[in-house]
């Protein structure tokens, strides 16, 4: 299963879906900055002293808005990668070639709510499972895919494989061609 990418300049790209598991392990990666980034915010808190009469505007501000904002902000700027994804060698790309755009990003997060949060990881599991290019439902939506970065070459690739007996070389003079 690969994802073919036909860019503007009709060139066709041919990349490997990232897998269930490297979206999962991503995906837990980043909540574990979530937790980091709480965690931090508990101990600057109890450090400064400050009491349940702090503003819960301001905690709010602190605590869920970096949490919100945070798969967002990091795609578009880490070039489809959230740190997770970074770490797991995986990202965002859009099925026609181009950079994806800020309203693709926010038509995946916003999805991702009915995906993971609201219908249990289940529901996106499935359809990354059953959609040829390894897509969830915000996936679909934006036109977007999550692919390795990294490319599996096999050994047959890299090794020297010698030439039938009856080659002949096609054009000889470029051995003539210099800088």
């Known amino acids: 299963m690969s994802v073919r990418i036909q860019t503007s300049q009709n060139v066709e790209l041919e990349y490997e879906p990232a897998s269930i598991g490297?979206?999962?392990?991503?995906?837990?990666?980043?909540?574990?900055?979530?937790?980091?980034w709480v965690l931090f915010l508990i101990l600057m808190y109890t450090l400064l002293?400050?009491?349940?009469?702090?503003?819960?505007?301001?905690?709010?501000?602190?605590?869920?808005?970096?949490?919100m904002l945070y798969p967002i902000l990091t795609e578009y700027f880490l070039n489809g990668q959230t740190l997770g994804k970074r770490a797991m060698s995986i990202r965002v790309v859009l099925l026609n070639g181009n950079?994806?755009?800020?309203?693709?990003?926010?038509?995946?997060?916003?999805?991702?709510?009915?995906?993971t949060e609201l219908l249990t990881p289940i529901v996106a599991i499935i359809t990354i499972?059953?959609?040829?290019?390894?897509?969830?439902?915000?996936?679909?939506a934006a036109g977007t895919a999550v692919i390795k970065t990294t490319k599996r070459v096999s050994l047959s690739q890299v090794?020297?494989?010698a030439l039938p007996e009856d080659y002949r070389v096609t054009y000889s003079e470029a051995s003539q061609l210099n800088d």
């Open 129 to 140: 499972a059953a959609t040829g290019k390894g897509q969830r439902v915000g996936d679909i």
């Open 22 to 36: 490297d979206r999962i392990l991503a995906t837990i990666l980043d909540r574990l900055i979530y937790l980091g």
């Open 49 to 67: 002293k400050l009491d349940g009469n702090m503003n819960t505007f301001i905690i709010i501000l602190t605590i869920a808005l970096p949490i």
């Open 99 to 115: 950079q994806p755009t800020l309203g693709a990003y926010i038509l995946r997060w916003l999805l991702i709510l009915i995906d």
């Open 159 to 161: 090794t020297y494989q």
